[in-house]
Each structure stands twice: as structure tokens, then as C-alpha cells.
């Protein structure tokens, strides 16, 4: 196979890893009181998302080797998380136990744009990357396992290092090094941005998005966005239910949501808040989706949605709708293994 090719499955099976972690669980829960705002490390203006990753956390906690070999059963994943760690490592010289944490952040448009066009055309995301890193190793590592140098070069005195795409057109992504043991990796624009940011030349992110998650507690994931209009145009004006046509125009009203993973022992807990533009579309969403997750229980067949239907907990306060789910790590692996059985 490919070295660049390997590079890539590599880091798709580690979003992998991060999302499906993410996906089982679902949503939950209000904020508490709002921490101090910080400035994000060089996040650029431009960015209408942000979240954090415990990298470190994760890939350490026991609970979460154990949901992988769940997950990645009947895959071509490796079945272990210590076996996925150690394929990254042999095929690109990544020892993914160096990152501590992550920052993400981008365009939440561009997302959705580039779902409807060519692969990696229109974006704008990054993710500043923490932990033991050393630009000349780190280099050098991917360069000796894909079997060739990166193209380089200087900006604002930092070096730019692009990894060539599949296709030869443009870039898959670019990295730098602003400061030691940290690493920006993204699309060119944003990479170049963070760096401005970091020299001066730009501002660093603010704003709704950014106050919204300086709000989030500390957590092993957290994220805010803006939710993007083409998203909220697919929602449907209506549904018919039985006799009766459900509005669902409120819901056009979401201007922006926050989602936040904690653990504690063994119970997984994900809370998800939905900020709508005004107080009337928020009551209306949210008795929509109480009395949807209460039918919900008698109206469907399958165990394993009635079991997550059981769990979600809805309120609303103000302009604003949270979800809330608590699940253990037990009934976490009874759903997974369900599901796997069911999708045989």
C-alpha cells in the first residue's frame, strides 16, 4: 500500500476513534457557572468552532480501551486501542501517547460545504496539538515512513510543512511548530492564520462561539459552534404524524449548540445545549423533543433506542434547550454489542 496512503487511513482511524467515542454517548446537560473567559492559544477569528480534546486522558483510560474493542469489532480496525497506537506509530512514525491535548477549531460552513463537493475543497480547520514534540523528530519520523521529504516553507518565520495529496492537486494538510512542544496542523489558510495570530498580525478568536465555550466546565471533550444555515434548511418545515402535521420551523431557529463528555468512574456523561435566536422557538423545540423521546418509547421497535430514549433528560431554560444522558460503561458495551449484532 501507499506510505501516504497508510498516513491517511492512520489518521482517519484516529477521528474514528475520537467520534465514535463521542457518538455513543449522545448529549446531556446545563453549565454551571461560567469560569473566567481565557483567550484560546492562537485560535484565529476566523474560526466559528472550537473544541478541546484530552488526548492524553482518553487513550490512557481503561474504560475507553475497553468501549474500542467493542466498537471495533468486525472491522478492518485494529481490535485494540493499543494495537490501533502501535499502527499509527509503524506507519507514520506517530506515537499518538505524546499529544496531550487538542484544540480544534474552523469554519462550521465549510464543514457542510465540503460533504457536497470535493474531498478537502473549501475548508478551513486546524487543531492545535500539545504534548512531547519536537519539530526535527516529528519531521523527520513521517518523512522516513512515507519515503520522501515535505515541502517546506518559511512564513513569518516559522517553517510550513505540507503533506502532498492523493491526488497530486493541492495539499492534504499543512503543519507548523509555533512554540515548542506545540504543533498547528489544518488546511494552509488556517495554519498560516494561527501563526499570525501568534506574531500579532491577527486577533485571536472572540466573540458569541468563544464565550459560549469559555462557559464549559473542563471535560474530556467540549465544543461550541455556530450551527451553519444550510444545515438548518435541510430540517423540514413540517412532518405528518398520523392525522396531525407537526411544525417544526422551530427548530430554523438554532444559532448555536455546545457539547460536552465527561466521565466519572464508570458512568459516561454527554450534555449538549441548543441556543436558539429567541425564547418562543426554544419552548417550542424543546416540548417537541420532550414529547418526541416520551412517544418515542412506545412507538419504536428497537430495544436499543428505546434504552437511549429512557435516558435523555430535556429542559429548557431561556433561549436555550439542553439534552442531558448519563450512561455506564456496562450498558454503554450492551448497546454496542446490540448494534453490532443487529448489523450483521
Keep these: 500500500m501507499n506510505q501516504i496512503v497508510?498516513?491517511?487511513n492512520c489518521l482517519i482511524m484516529l477521528v474514528i476513534l475520537l467520534a465514535s467515542i463521542v457518538s455513543l454517548?449522545?448529549?446531556?446537560?446545563a453549565?454551571?457557572?461560567p469560569p473566567p473567559a481565557q483567550t484560546p492559544l492562537s485560535v484565529p477569528q476566523k474560526a466559528d468552532l472550537i473544541g478541546e480534546i484530552e488526548l492524553a486522558k482518553i487513550i490512557d483510560d481503561e474504560d475507553f480501551a475497553e468501549?474500542?474493542?467493542?466498537?471495533?469489532?468486525?472491522?478492518t480496525l485494529p481490535q485494540t486501542l493499543d494495537a490501533a497506537l502501535e499502527k499509527v506509530e509503524h506507519e507514520t512514525g506517530i506515537n499518538l501517547r505524546d499529544f496531550d491535548t487538542a484544540v480544534v477549531f474552523g469554519e462550521a460552513?465549510?464543514?457542510?460545504e465540503s460533504t457536497e463537493s470535493s474531498p478537502g475543497s473549501h475548508q478551513y480547520w486546524g487543531a492545535l496539538v500539545e504534548g512531547k514534540l519536537n519539530e526535527n523528530t516529528f519531521i523527520s519520523n513521517i518523512e522516513g515512513k512515507i519515503g520522501k521529504e515535505l515541502p517546506g516553507s518559511s512564513y513569518q518565520n516559522y517553517t510550513?510543512?505540507?503533506l502532498p495529496s492523493l491526488e497530486g492537486q493541492g495539499e492534504a494538510f499543512s503543519i507548523a511548530f509555533p512554540?515548542?512542544?506545540q504543533m498547528v496542523i489544518g488546511t494552509t489558510l488556517a495554519v498560516k492564520d494561527v501563526i499570525d495570530v501568534k506574531v500579532g498580525r491577527q486577533e485571536p478568536m472572540s466573540g458569541a462561539v468563544y464565550n459560549l465555550y469559555s462557559q464549559l466546565d473542563d471535560a474530556?471533550?467540549?465544543l461550541a459552534s455556530t450551527v451553519p444555515g444550510p444545515l438548518l434548511e435541510r430540517i423540514p418545515a413540517e412532518i405528518p404524524i398520523g392525522p396531525l402535521t407537526l411544525s417544526l420551523l422551530c427548530f430554523r431557529d438554532i444559532e448555536y449548540t455546545t457539547l460536552t463528555l465527561t466521565k466519572s468512574d464508570a458512568i459516561i456523561n454527554a450534555q449538549a445545549r441548543l441556543v436558539f435566536t429567541n425564547e418562543d422557538s426554544a419552548s417550542d423545540s424543546g416540548k417537541l423533543l420532550w414529547t418526541g423521546s416520551k412517544a418515542g418509547k412506545y412507538a419504536v421497535s428497537d430495544p436499543n433506542i428505546k434504552t437511549l430514549l429512557s435516558k435523555i433528560h430535556i429542559s429548557q431554560r431561556d433561549s436555550s434547550v439542553f439534552l442531558t444522558l448519563a450512561m455506564t460503561i456496562s450498558e454503554i458495551e450492551q448497546l454496542i454489542s446490540a448494534t453490532s449484532q443487529e448489523a450483521k
Design 6 to 8: 497508510k498516513y491517511r
Design 25 to 29: 454517548v449522545g448529549c446531556t446537560g
Design 220 to 222: 474530556l471533550i467540549k
Design 109 to 112: 460552513a465549510t464543514f457542510i
Design 67 to 75: 468501549l474500542y474493542q467493542y466498537a471495533a469489532q468486525d472491522t
Design 31 to 33: 453549565p454551571s457557572t
Design 160 to 162: 510550513i510543512y505540507v
Design 179 to 181: 512554540t515548542e512542544e
